[in-house]
């Protein structure tokens, strides 16, 4: 059975080459993927709108899960009649990408005619239908959740991105996710598009029937073959005349009842990124009789509900769920209504943390530790891309940030780090969190990316951080630069995760910043385990040799960086002293390069430390840096003189 | 046509080169690494005194003034094969390969950027660098093929600070969809204070309406580049982006980062 399902692959894929939409032959690559890579539960289709073959399922690139929650309008059902499905399928995706790549080009290029917008519509719909028929997520009748992937298994995705070119991209979710993949698709097109207006082979700006012709010529073959659809004898011309026969024709008008349905598809909240946004309802956004119960999206960015005539709100519609809990379970979806409108009401905005506190059942806070109780998929976002990596049974990790979903079954995500990467993993719900994950002490961590009270911290800027009455309060005091100082508590707030510490110095006892944890992690800039400086024997100087002196240096968490220099010689020297696993060989490393020269660096597994790494740079700016297991940090060029 | 002209340039800029004189080759000073403790005993240099190892380490190293023949050589060699390779389509001897529509140019892309990285080793081994390797990474800088773009950027790394290089990227990242290409060059532009004002537009441009994965690499990376002087500019762009979209909450947050670190905490 498998063999013939393969060989009737093969024939429709020569058929579906032939037909100039994608072909299955393999070339040297740059990434030598097989055919049909992580292919699970392959099956195959029809050469019609929605379903062509074959499909694979879509764990593991991404979480099925997620897919169902976010985007049921958009997947083909198998196991409803054929003919009807592809009625309903039609009509929603003609919606979803009707308004998605209006969204794209307005936001690339706001000044846009509404004849470009229109244009800009066709030549991507078009597009689609040459690659993939609109197909990109089926439910097959075995229940599981599949996404197209054609050209023997290579192209992922309606806009069909290829893994043997693409892989990196794939990785991070352009492939199965269905907007990463129409907004990638859309990105190439869009650079296409631009250059199509000056294409010696368009005669206008506004010929849009040629521009169009031309964008899916480099679409397709490159950014040399611009005016490929003006020489019939190029050898891929087929592509062409197929791009113009869709472009023509549009025959996908012909499944859809109604050009103007409105999908429930949250539009600009996918475009823009976000991960979880709520289904949209068909009703008046601007009135005020339907925002009770529904999640109110206001223009200022906060996720709303309507409750006693005023909003109650959270800066970030992924913590909504903290407000349902405390307002009951939101009866519909969610509206976007204008600023004019809204602006008339009163506003509180709760903090996430404190919102979170205590609400869902066995969640783990930020900063406490939990015992991986089995492997778990790290995925770069709650239910998005697999990184390639499980958590480790047994193994402790410090919760750096969670979400959760779903009011009654309270799905909740856990960010950890692993494998030297950030990453989230799925922790159950409230009826079967602890089969995932258990609380753990803070002394099993390995890792300690935020000290608790009892902790002993130093200090990182070399100018110090200010100490304030309360976190983000009044100033009261500076800490300079180096000091040691316990931890009396921490507190976390703000969708950031940012973190104060409180601490008592110079009689005073305050709060001091900490850094934040999302948006791009800043714990190290600010300050580090102290606990974990454990005796090194050796020091610096000794490390880079007699007359070197410390002239800089920069924490990191298990250790130090330091640039020391020797007058006399002009020599820089950077080594990276361990201050953990001190005696135990781990990965450490360090580097130095003059400006205009190249880069040196010192890097293994090593007991005590990494370098010396010497460079003479009398006059020169350098930059020196190093790392210790996955923290890294290089400096800018300094120290000119 | 913008990069085949760059290529043009490239060849006759090439050519002028390879014409010239050389001096003599002056040899860099073998780097020896040096034994660590932990891995073997404690080495004498580690109690106070260099030692030999230490002091040989210590000879000057000066960056090479000019290449002795067999590596003007074998420099003029990769620097033929680049060029060839890059003027293909007008000389109609590009790699073809036909059995994708784009699988020519992956090709060519792929073959230009493996001999981008033999240049640069050569460059990086010989510790030279000089008009010649400069141009040559500036030539490829707004190259279509993401892999050709990133390797001329890793060259243009490793040699100094050159301005023309640094607004022919600029320029070259207006148009960018490849958000880790804008994420390297963002990198290699720190080190053009100078160019602050071009940069800024750049970012502020791509933050706009730029592609909308390279809005979010550029706001989530942006806090090297603020500065006092440009706050307030990258605040107001701030509150122009949709404010429920991940570029506006990243560049808000590395906003509010900077000014922490402006206060002290």
Redesign the interface.
């Known amino acids: 059975m498998d063999r013939m399902i393969t060989s009737i692959n093969r024939v429709a894929a020569l058929l579906f080459c032939l037909l100039g939409l994608y072909?299955p032959?393999?070339?040297?690559?740059?990434a030598d993927t097989p055919d049909y890579y992580l292919c699970n539960n392959r099956v195959g289709g029809e050469w019609n709108f929605g379903r062509v073959p074959a499909a694979c399922d879509v764990d593991p690139w991404g979480d099925p899960a997620y897919v169902i929650d976010q985007f049921v309008p958009v997947i083909f059902d198998d196991n409803v009649t054929r003919s009807t499905e592809r009625q309903r399928y039609m009509l929603e995706v003609h919606a979803m990408l009707r308004d998605s790549v209006e969204y794209?080009l307005l936001?690339?290029?706001?000044s846009a005619s509404g004849a470009e917008v229109a244009a800009w519509q066709r030549a991507n719909f078009a597009k689609a239908h040459q690659e993939t028929f609109w197909t990109h997520y089926r439910e097959a009748t075995d229940d599981n959740i599949k996404m197209v992937r054609g050209d023997s298994g290579h192209g992922h995705g309606m806009v069909q991105i290829d893994d043997r070119?693409h892989f990196?991209k794939l990785e991070e979710g352009k492939g199965w996710h269905i907007f990463e993949n129409i907004?990638?698709g859309m990105?190439?097109f869009?650079?296409a598009w631009?250059d199509a207006a000056n294409a010696s082979c368009v005669s206008s700006p506004s010929n849009w029937r040629n521009r169009a012709r031309s964008a899916y010529s480099v679409y397709?073959?490159?950014?040399?073959?611009i005016c490929r659809w003006t020489n019939p004898n190029d050898?891929?011309a087929r592509?062409d005349i197929g791009y113009a026969d869709k472009y023509d024709s549009r025959t996908w008008l012909n499944y859809i009842s109604n050009r103007d349905h409105e999908t429930t598809l949250d539009i600009?909240?996918f475009?823009?990124?976000?991960a979880d946004c709520a289904a949209v309802e068909p009703v008046d956004a601007d009135d005020p009789a339907n925002w009770p119960g529904r999640q109110i999206?206001l223009?200022?960015?906060e996720a709303c509900r309507f409750e006693n005539n005023a909003f109650e709100c959270v800066a970030?519609?992924v913590d909504m769920l903290c407000l349902n809990i405390q307002y009951g379970a939101s009866t519909g979806g969610s509206l976007s209504p204008s600023a004019s409108v809204t602006d008339a009401y009163g506003k509180t905005v709760h903090e996430k943390h404190a919102c979170f506190a205590g609400a869902v059942t066995g969640l783990s806070m930020v900063g406490q530790s939990i015992t991986s109780e089995v492997e778990i998929n790290v995925r770069a976002t709650p239910g998005g891309s697999a990184l390639g990596f499980t958590s480790q049974p047994g193994k402790v990790y410090q919760v750096l940030d969670y979400v959760v979903d779903d009011i009654d079954a309270q799905h909740r995500y856990y960010l950890i780090s692993e494998n030297g990467k950030l990453g989230y993993i799925y922790a159950g719900e409230a009826g079967d969190h602890t089969s995932w994950t258990t609380r753990a002490s803070h002394s099993g961590l390995g890792e300690v990316f935020i000290p608790l009270a009892g902790d002993q911290i130093q200090v990182v800027?070399s100018?110090?951080?200010?100490l304030r009455d309360v976190p983000a309060g009044n100033l009261i005091g500076?800490v300079p630069t180096d000091e040691i100082l316990s931890v009396i508590s921490v507190v976390i707030q703000g969708?950031?995760n940012d973190v104060y510490y409180e601490v008592s110095y110079g009689g005073k006892t305050g709060y001091?910043?900490g850094g934040?944890v999302?948006?791009?992690m800043?714990l190290q800039?600010?300050i580090v385990p102290y606990d974990e400086v454990e005796s090194n024997?050796?020091t610096p100087e000794?490390?880079c040799?007699?007359?070197y002196s410390v002239i800089n240096s920069h924490a990191l968490t298990g250790g130090r960086i330091y640039l020391l220099y020797?007058s006399s010689?002009g020599?820089n020297c950077v080594v990276t002293m361990k201050a953990s696993n001190v005696?135990t060989?781990s990965a450490v490393s360090a580097s130095l390069q003059v400006?205009?020269?190249?880069?040196?660096t010192?890097s293994g597994n090593?007991?005590?430390?990494?370098g010396?790494v010497?460079?003479?740079a009398p006059g020169s700016c350098v930059k020196w840096g190093g790392s210790i297991g996955s923290r890294s940090w290089v400096s800018?060029?300094q120290h000119c003189d | 046509m913008k990069y085949l002209l760059s290529a043009v340039m490239l060849a006759l800029v090439g050519a002028l080169l390879l014409t010239a004189e050389f001096g003599q080759q002056q040899a860099p000073a073998p780097a020896t690494a040096e034994e660590k403790p932990g891995e073997a005993d404690r080495p004498a240099s580690l109690s106070g005194e260099p030692t030999p190892q230490e002091l040989t380490l210590d000879q000057p190293r000066v960056q090479r003034q000019s290449l002795d023949d067999q590596s003007r050589q074998e420099r003029g060699l990769l620097h033929r094969q680049i060029v060839e390779l890059a003027n293909c389509h007008q000389t109609y001897s590009c790699p073809q390969n036909l059995s994708d529509p784009r699988a020519s140019d992956i090709l060519q892309g792929k073959m230009l950027a493996e001999k981008l990285r033999a240049y640069a080793d050569f460059h990086r081994e010989n510790d030279y660098f000089d008009g010649e390797s400069a141009e040559m990474a500036r030539a490829f800088l707004d190259h279509p093929d993401g892999f050709v773009q990133e390797a001329a950027i890793d060259l243009m790394s490793m040699q100094a600070p050159n301005r023309d290089n640094a607004l022919v990227l600029i320029e070259a990242l207006e148009s960018s969809y490849d958000a880790k290409i804008v994420n390297q060059a963002m990198k290699e532009l720190q080190r053009y204070p100078d160019l602050q004002p071009q940069v800024d537009q750049l970012l502020a441009q791509s933050l706009q309406t730029g592609s909308l994965f390279v809005a979010q690499e550029v706001a989530l990376n942006i806090l090297p580049h603020l500065s006092p002087q440009n706050l307030q500019a990258f605040e107001e762009v701030a509150e122009k982006l949709p404010q429920n979209s991940q570029r506006a909450k990243a560049l808000k947050s590395n906003l509010r980062e900077f000014r922490l670190r402006q206060s002290g905490g």
């Open positions: 072909c032959f393999s070339l040297a690559a740059p794209y936001a690339r290029k706001p070119w990196p907004i990638y990105e190439l869009y650079d631009q397709n073959g490159g950014a040399s073959k050898p891929w592509n600009p909240c475009m823009e990124g976000n999206n223009a200022s960015g970030e519609a800027p100018s110090g951080i200010n500076l969708t950031d001091i910043y934040k999302l948006n791009g800043t800039d600010w024997p050796y000794e490390a040799g007699s007359g020797k010689t020599y005696g060989p400006e205009g020269g190249t880069k040196a010192d090593f007991s005590y430390f990494a010396p010497k460079k003479r800018s060029y």
